[in-house]
Each structure stands twice: as structure tokens, then as C-alpha cells.
């Protein structure tokens, strides 16, 4: 069973620190003045495509798209191809396809999904604190007619505006039934998902954290007087049942959890490990388009985790990551280069253009300057009082 406990909110939001004890882990959450039902400004800030701008434009001029010259270009892309290969190569190895851990539950049917991928690993290693039985599924887990009912009892004492949680793993169409009681009142939630139930923590009054919410009453006997909460799983996950004590004493109470469970059709599959804290899942060959489901028997130990490694493919890491990027810089290459071949040529051919219109046109050296001579003609004399000369002196006047 995942169990926790931990600090209530007054309606603000704020990390904390972890603090473990032997069968708890606390998580102190710091308060704030604002009035309930409102998040403290700033504390969840979602990414939007307005911040990938900057990212985008950034990876453009970085990779090349501006540069002094093709050479500097294609060094940039290299560059950044090497770094993104290897950062996002060894993100997804050892983070996405790298050791789990998932709480569990007396009698979880947990699905192997998360890391777990055909395509990527060859085998998977199960690891666990108690024994569980592991099952190969020829298909996506069908679920079966019948269903398993659990009851255990549980009891908790709750300081002062703290809280205490119970997580199971439930299969759509489970019913879940709790008797509550306490020696003071109290506030059960029901929450689905990680993502909600670390929402709520940072603000309890949060509505859109939980999918129901009931004010458990002081009672005496735990057969007359308990709070019965029933509630009917719709979408399967992990819920978290969550009791808080908003008094200004310690609450003792008696927690009764009664689960109708839907469970999957295992008996026509095959029980590759049977009551062991380790197995070993070989998806190559026959077994690359199984599914794997860990089942939890029941047991007393409320707080284990089923650890999950993947036994990565090397080669597929090799292609994906080493092959595609050498393929994209090669294109890359390719592209710089013809673009500079291309300009290469082009200039040849405005070159021989221009060589080819100079040969064709008369060599200044061909030309000369021709003087202007200007031609003297006499001038005819006044018209006035004066006589024409004679013909002797006109021929005298023109030799000279």
C-alpha cells in the first residue's frame, strides 16, 4: 500500500524538504496568509509556445542558419548535431528508458508500461522488497468477469493540520467503500493521479485536485457510528485516499478499506516469474509484443516499490541516435557544398561574360585625337562709304 503523510496547506502553496521516518514520509509544505481556495501567484507556471521563441531562434543562429561564410556554417551544424545527439541520446537511455520505481499495493495489478518498450529493450528486470508474480500477456490486459474483494483495516494518528494517505492501484469499474472512524471530526479526499494528488498537497482546497470530498464525524463505535464513503472507479490509476485533521488536536482514527476489485484475465497467459523478489523478462523473439503485469498478493508490508530497469538495446541507440544525426550532417554538408559549387560557377560565367563583351569592343590604344583646325576665312570688309577692292588686290590678299 503507498502511505504517506504530511503538512497541510491553508489554501497556499510551497516546497518543502523531505523527512523520513520508519513507516511515514512527511513532506513539509510551508503556508502562506492568502485566503483558501487561491494558489500563491508564481508557484505553478506553465511553459508556452510564447517562451519557445527565444529557444527556436537561439538553436537557429546557433546551427548555422547565419554565418560568415559556408565553412563556419557547417562547423555549427556538426557542432550542434554532436551536442544534441548525445545529451538527447543519453535523456532518453537514462532517463526515459532508465531504472523505475512504482509504488504498489497488496493485491495491484500493476501494467509494466512506463520505460518499458519492445523497440528499445531486449529484456526487463523486475525487482522487489516482497514476492510477487510476474505475467507475460499476449495482448493489451483484458479484464475479467469476476472481481477480488480485500479488506484491511488500518489506523493512523493525525497532529494537528496534518494529513495521512493510502494509495491503490485500481482497474476501471473497482468500487472502493471506507468506514472512518474517529474521536474528533475530519476531512477524507479522494484524489486520482500523481499530478492531482501533488496539486492538492500544495493547496487542499483546490475543488479540480480531487474527485470527492466527505466531513467524517466523531463517532464511538466503528460499527454504528463510522462515516461510510463509497465511491465507484471510473478511469484506471493510481487514488489516493487522503484523511486531514484540521483541529487543534491530534486525531486517532480507525481507517476501514473495503475494495471490490476488477482485475485482469491472467488465466489463459503465461506466469513468467511465480512468488519471487526478482525476475527476469526476455521481450526478444516471441515475447517482443507481450505485456508484462506484476501482481501483488497480499500481504502486511504497506510500503514497497516495484523497481523496473530496462535491458536497453544498444544498436537501436546506435541508429537513432548516431546514424540519423551522421545522415543529416552529411545532407547538410551536401547542400553547402552545391550551393557553393553553384556559386562558383556562376561567377566563372560572369567572368568569361565580361571577359568575352571587353575583347569584342575597339581597343582605345586604336583611336587617335584629330585636331580641331580652324579655318581662317577673311573677313569681308564694311559695306559703308567704302569700295570693293580691285582685282589685282583680291588676288594679292587671298596669296597671302
Known amino acids: 500500500m503507498v502511505h504517506g503523510g504530511g503538512s497541510c496547506s491553508s489554501g497556499g502553496g510551497g ?86 520505481s512504482v509504488p504498489a499495493s497488496p493485491t495491484d495489478m500493476i501494467p509494466i508500461t512506463n520505460g518499458i518498450h519492445s523497440s528499445f529493450c531486449h529484456g526487463v528486470d523486475i525487482d522487489t522488497t516482497i514476492p510477487v508474480s510476474v505475467f507475460l500477456l499476449l495482448s493489451t490486459p483484458a479484464v475479467s468477469a469476476t472481481k477480488v474483494k480485500y479488506v484491511t483495516t488500518q489506523t493512523a494518528l493525525i497532529a494537528e493540520d496534518r494529513y495521512e494517505y493510502w494509495g491503490f492501484y485500481l482497474l476501471s469499474g473497482s468500487k472502493i467503500e471506507l468506514e472512518v472512524c474517529g474521536d474528533r471530526d475530519g476531512d477524507m479526499y479522494i484524489i486520482k493521479g500523481d499530478g492531482n494528488f501533488d496539486s492538492w498537497k500544495e493547496d487542499n482546497y483546490n475543488v479540480g485536485t480531487y474527485k470527492k470530498t466527505v ?44 475494495l471490490d476489485r476488477t482485475v485482469y484475465d491472467l488465466g489463459q497467459n503465461t506466469k513468467f516469474c511465480s512468488n519471487t523478489t526478482h525476475c527476469h523478462v526476455d521481450l526478444a523473439g516471441e515475447n517482443e509484443s507481450k505485456s508484462i503485469v506484476v501482481y501483488v498478493p497480499e500481504t502486511d508490508d504497506f510500503d514497497f516499490n516495484v523497481k523496473t530497469a530496462c535491458l536497453r538495446r544498444n544498436e537501436v541507440f546506435i541508429y537513432i541516435f548516431l546514424l540519423i544525426p551522421l545522415v543529416i550532417g552529411f545532407l547538410a554538408t551536401g547542400y553547402f ?10 561567377s566563372r560565367a560572369r567572368s568569361q561574360q565580361e571577359s568575352h563583351i571587353r575583347a569584342s569592343c575597339p581597343s582605345a ?31 594679292k590678299y587671298q596669296k597671302r
Open 365 to 395: 590604344k586604336g583611336y587617335q585625337a584629330i585636331p580641331n583646325v580652324v579655318r581662317n576665312e577673311p573677313s569681308a570688309p564694311p559695306l559703308d562709304d567704302v569700295d570693293p577692292p580691285s582685282y589685282d588686290e583680291a588676288v
Open 215 to 258: 466531513r467524517t464525524r466523531a463517532c464511538v463505535s466503528p460499527h454504528h457510528d463510522a462515516t461510510k464513503i463509497p465511491f465507484s472507479v471510473t478511469v484506471t490509476g493510481e487514488y489516493y485516499l487522503v484523511l486531514t485533521n484540521h483541529n487543534y488536536k491530534p486525531l486517532s482514527a480507525s481507517i476501514t478499506f473495503l
Open 15 to 100: 516546497g518543502g524538504g523531505y523527512s523520513h521516518s520508519s513507516n511515514h514520509t512527511y513532506v513539509h509544505i510551508s503556508t502562506s496568509n492568502n485566503s483558501r481556495g487561491h494558489r500563491v501567484n508564481g508557484h505553478r507556471q506553465e511553459f508556452t509556445c510564447n517562451d519557445c521563441k527565444g529557444i527556436f531562434i537561439c538553436l537557429g543562429l546557433c546551427c548555422g542558419c547565419r554565418g560568415k561564410n559556408h565553412v563556419q556554417r557547417m562547423f555549427r551544424i556538426w557542432a550542434w548535431l554532436f551536442i544534441i545527439a548525445l545529451v538527447t541520446g543519453l535523456a532518453v537511455g537514462f532517463g526515459g528508458f532508465g531504472p523505475k
Open 337 to 346: 557544398v552545391c550551393i557553393k559549387c553553384r556559386l562558383n560557377v556562376l
